[in-house]
């Protein structure tokens, strides 16, 4: 009829001992996976785009196509 | 003076279904959810009131051994003399149950009539859609998005091949 003694005190404490570290690693490896999987490719997606952009020759097409109120396509 | 002297005679529990007469006013009938309740709760150990209120003879003459020395109390009395003062015990309190099957299984089953019901009012109680939801308007608006380069980057425009007029492989 003698049970063993409960834990009576230190449940934060050991409980903050394995997850507050367990948390700041999940939190920084994720931060790390994002930025090497989404915002590298895309830094380097928008700096291959803008390597060699000729914005005026890009306007031109578009002013063919007919997408501008301002100017019309050549021609008319 | 004498209805208080009546009054301290009176035990607890029956203050609530007596009325106390004092200067020709009646006290308030004092209800039973305003006096301090049992309930069995992980977090609060020793509640407010024993579980059993209103002893049988053999409980109370338990209460009386009680008060001698309990090295002469045996198991079962001790056992006896926790059920007076508590429901469940931690164990019986904490152990889980099946219910949440029933409860998502409930949950699950009212999505899906929802579900029908939604498809019952898209059939019979909504009109038409816009004419902006042909395929021919549709064509025409991708036509247009293309041309004007939308999200050329990553996005749209990206993965439309301009020189051959189709989407990149």
Redesign the interface.
Same mark, same amino acid.
């Given at each position: 009829m003698s049970l063993p003694k409960p834990m009576m005190r230190g449940m934060l404490a050991k409980h903050m001992r394995i997850h507050l570290p367990l948390a700041f690693a999940v939190s920084f490896g994720a931060a790390l996976v994002l930025k090497y999987t989404v915002t590298e490719p895309r830094k380097k997606a928008y700096a291959e785009f803008y390597k060699n952009y000729d914005s005026v020759a890009e306007f031109n097409r578009m002013r063919e196509a007919g997408v501008f109120e301002s100017v019309r396509p050549t021609g008319k | 003076m004498l209805a208080s002297r009546a009054l301290s005679l009176v035990g607890k529990r029956a203050i609530s279904t007596s009325v106390c007469l004092r200067g020709g006013h009646g006290v308030a009938k004092v209800e039973e959810h305003t006096l301090p309740a049992y309930f069995d709760r992980r977090e609060n150990p020793l509640p407010d009131i024993c579980y059993v209120q209103s002893l049988s003879p053999e409980q109370k003459s338990l209460k009386e051994k009680e008060k001698g020395t309990w090295a002469a109390l045996s198991?079962e009395e001790?056992i006896a003399l926790y059920r007076i003062s508590f429901n469940q015990s931690y164990a019986e309190m904490n152990q889980g149950s099946s219910e949440w099957k029933t409860v998502i299984g409930a949950a699950l089953f009212f999505f899906g009539f929802t579900g029908l019901i939604v498809l019952w009012q898209r059939k019979y109680v909504y009109g038409p859609v816009p004419h902006t939801f042909d395929p021919e308007y549709k064509q025409k608006e991708l036509q *247009?998005m293309l041309?004007? *380069?939308m999200n050329?980057?990553?996005g749209l425009s990206?993965q439309w091949d301009?020189e051959n007029k189709q989407w990149k492989k």
């Open positions: - | 198991n001790k *247009r041309d004007m *380069r050329p980057v990553q990206s301009y």
